[in-house]
């Protein structure tokens, strides 16, 4: 395997749309490595002129050009950052054109309109959310729970937790989550605090193999991680979904990303990446 | 203002990167207003095609073509897709062909690398982020705070908790947080439990108007709440903070992704967005 090749995510703000792109771009090249440099609140000449130094001191060093992932709002800053010895590709610049061709105007050319609290009240919501997911987590309350707009249920660590703050802190939407536990199975119906709520109930479920790896990891050696506990909690959790007629997800090879994106899509759920 | 023009994001996937590109060169024009459409997980000709019908639809009801953001990997697909009655602005093909040509490779054309938990390693480290972050909120647990990366100190509700998930489930960053209290400005000193771990402490501080805002919302008519209460707070926990030399980050105008950014940015934290 040759040796990785260095990758810059250069942007005038927070580089994260820069960095989730280009790592999308990248991970389409299995057979190469990269090495990752992110650059970011590069918002003037002199940084610009900087980071060329930077570029082309890696460029010398390694013997071929870097790749740059860039995302440059202001075009004069965007050219010179074009003039590195490296592969630049600008995420902005790109669309910019089409777009104002298309909607027959100039874009502002401001920077930092994305990730930032431009528009407070949307930002306060999300973050709202967020206080929503940590209080409502893991069944903690079960106030307000009339504004939760999705409600995950499902057994202990099959990933209703990540899910939960993932939907409030990407999207901005008000989940609860709810453990289902032997003492439910034992009464063979849900928690009776989810019981009103039933239209917004989503279930989790897993492989109780991979659900026994991670219980496994968090508390070895115990009763709760056997294969044979596992598949219990798994097997009651999923019939008592089915009688519940509640619609059921399986997060074994999905990433929060995935579970988040289809639990949306599913409940027909409009939502807005921030 | 004229009627919001409708915006598909169109992805073979979860969709989350064409949404954030798409919603930053959006944010560029700010007199319009845009109607929101995700389509995720459209990865066969036959859903491509229900789209297209989907768009041209919106194309006849709103007499104009809509603006299509999308991110398919399948070149086929992609092509199909092109020919909506849309302006089509695929954020994936448009860089492939130039990286193919510098890396002198093809690239594998398969969907679902990103966002996907292809490195089942690097996926559970995250997940144990995120559980890092929840065990180490709010100063809950001193356990394995060793291991933190970076521990962030504040006055109640300056922004430490979304903080420290959004490092964890955007950057599989190990962040934990700890309030400092009016018995920590009357012992004048740090909590005790993170002075061994001063390296990795950074401060978050606030305007006092803006939090007294934020209190208000929470605990409304508290004496938690008070400019008065929020004053003292905020300038004991900055004398604090100088006073042990600790970098202090003002969140009054930063949202979490400008918060995370600039304190792994400062902190010399390499990073990977996922």
Do not use: W
């Amino acid at each position: 395997m040759p040796d990785p090749r260095t990758v810059f995510f250069v942007s005038d703000r927070t580089g994260i749309t820069a960095e989730m792109l280009g790592n999308s771009l990248l991970s389409q090249f299995e057979d190469f490595k990269f090495q990752r440099v992110t650059m970011p609140y590069v918002d003037t000449p002199e940084k610009i002129e900087s980071v060329l130094r930077r570029i082309d001191d890696v460029a010398t060093r390694e013997g071929r050009r870097p790749l740059v992932f860039s995302s440059i709002v202001e075009e004069s800053m965007s050219a010179q950052l074009g003039h590195a010895n490296a592969l630049v590709l600008d995420l902005f610049q790109v669309f910019i054109a089409p777009l104002e061709s298309e909607l027959n105007a100039k874009s502002s050319h401001a920077a930092g309109r994305s990730h930032g609290i431009a528009n407070s009240h949307e930002y306060f919501s999300r973050i709202e959310a967020v206080n929503f997911a940590l209080a409502h987590d893991d069944g903690a309350s079960t106030r307000d729970l009339a504004k939760a707009q999705i409600i995950l249920v499902g057994v202990s660590r099959c990933g209703k937790t990540p899910t939960t703050l993932y939907l409030a802190l990407q999207f901005g939407i008000r989940a609860a989550n709810f453990p289902l536990t032997p003492d439910d199975f034992a009464d063979k119906t849900l928690p009776a605090s989810v019981l009103p709520h039933r239209d917004r109930l989503v279930g989790l479920t897993i492989n109780p193999e991979r659900l026994k790896q991670i219980r496994g990891e968090r508390r070895p050696g115990s009763k709760y991680a056997t294969l044979e506990n596992c598949d219990y909690e798994v097997r009651e959790a999923e019939q008592m979904m089915q009688r519940e007629s509640i619609t059921v997800l399986d997060t074994t090879t999905k990433s929060i990303e995935e579970i988040a994106t289809t639990l949306l899509h599913r409940a027909g759920l409009q939502r807005h990446a921030y």
